[in-house]
């Protein structure tokens, strides 16, 4: 997995100009200035869709962590797709090579082999990783409808980019007091608030291998860090996860904010998602023993369900 010496791929200039196009709209908002009801669909939509990549595409999509129906999954990868992450498919195919291989020269984005600026950013630009990788994924595969949406992954992005524009000029035409445009609300809702959920995600792959403390001997150098775990709704207890992947919540404890663990929890009770899993008491022994112990790593990457589907 070296970040070196791949051909530039033609389908990377689609995706570097969405990318590059929606860090140089937040540019914009000098021509477009503040508003509330602006700066609150920012907020709003980047809380949302980071829901989306960590509890969709994250803990269900990569790590089966949870079940639920069949309609309410492709409700997850669509929410997930509005962040403009590329589709469930890819992204977990991506993501479950990452914990086979965490930290090591196979690793896609080891912050400390490939340097900070790889594991953060520089992967997803490369002509690296343009396609779906298929192998260990026929758990997702046999799902027509979500080998669509990866397939079709800009068509949420776009359709939530339209809506913005579409309620921006009808706020615009009926609400004037709120001070807004289609143009300020696109600005915020989609350029500013795409750009800090790209970053705040990808800070798990660069940072979450950087700063922080570990609290198990996983053989990586996955940390738990509290300020990432604000940033991205719980996904900051790294170290936790790359211990027992296999669970839903990554904050172990009650202290250790975990915010979509705390919104799956309602959803399962009511019924929309269930068998929420958790670590297993012998990971809570472990725990209390520190960091010093060697444990083999990852030895509990997937759940068994998903071993047997995969
Ligand atoms: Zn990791
Ligand atoms: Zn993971």
């Not at 970040?3 to 477009?32: R, T």
């Not at 960590?54 to 999954?73: D, G, I, L, V, W």
């Not at 949420?156 to 143009?183: C, F, I, K, R, Y």
């Not at 300020?184 to 792959?205: A, D, P, R």
Request: net charge neutral.
């Amino acid at each position: 997995m070296s970040p070196s010496g791949q051909p530039f791929h033609p389908m990377n200039l689609i995706k570097q100009g969405a990318f590059w196009a929606i860090h140089l709209g937040c540019l914009g908002v000098i021509w477009v200035g503040f508003s509330w009801t602006a700066f609150w669909t920012c907020v709003a939509l980047y809380v949302v869709r980071m829901f989306g990549i960590t509890a969709a595409y994250h803990r269900y999509f990569s790590h089966r962590s949870y079940e639920t129906s069949r309609p309410f999954q492709f409700a997850l990868a669509t929410l997930g797709a509005t962040a403009a992450q590329k589709g469930p498919i890819w992204w977990a195919a991506h993501h479950r090579h990452h914990h086979k291989h965490s930290d090591t020269e196979e690793d896609i984005h080891p912050p400390g082999i490939y340097g900070l600026w790889w594991a953060h950013v520089g992967w997803v630009l490369s002509s690296q990783f343009i396609s779906t990788r298929m192998e260990g994924m026929k758990d997702l595969l046999r799902f027509p409808e979500l080998r669509w949406i990866d397939k079709y992954h800009m068509v949420p992005p776009a359709l939530l980019l339209a809506l913005l524009a579409g309620v921006g000029s009808l706020l615009a035409a009926q609400a004037p007091e709120l001070h807004t445009s289609a143009a300020q609300m696109v600005v915020w809702g989609f350029c500013i608030s795409t750009t800090l959920l790209y970053h705040g995600t990808f800070c798990i792959n660069s940072l979450a291998h950087v700063i922080g403390r570990p609290r198990f001997k996983t053989g990586d150098d996955s940390k738990n860090s509290f300020l990432l775990a604000v940033i991205t709704l719980g996904e900051g207890w790294h170290n936790n996860h790359h211990r027992y992947p296999g669970s839903e919540r990554q904050g172990f404890y009650w202290w250790e904010l975990d915010i979509s663990h705390y919104v799956l929890k309602c959803l399962a009770a009511v019924g929309l998602v269930w068998n929420l899993r958790e670590p297993p008491a012998r990971i809570y022994e472990e725990a209390k023993s520190g960091p010093l112990e060697t444990k083999p790593a990852n030895d509990d990457a997937r759940n068994p369900d998903f071993r047997a589907a995969a």
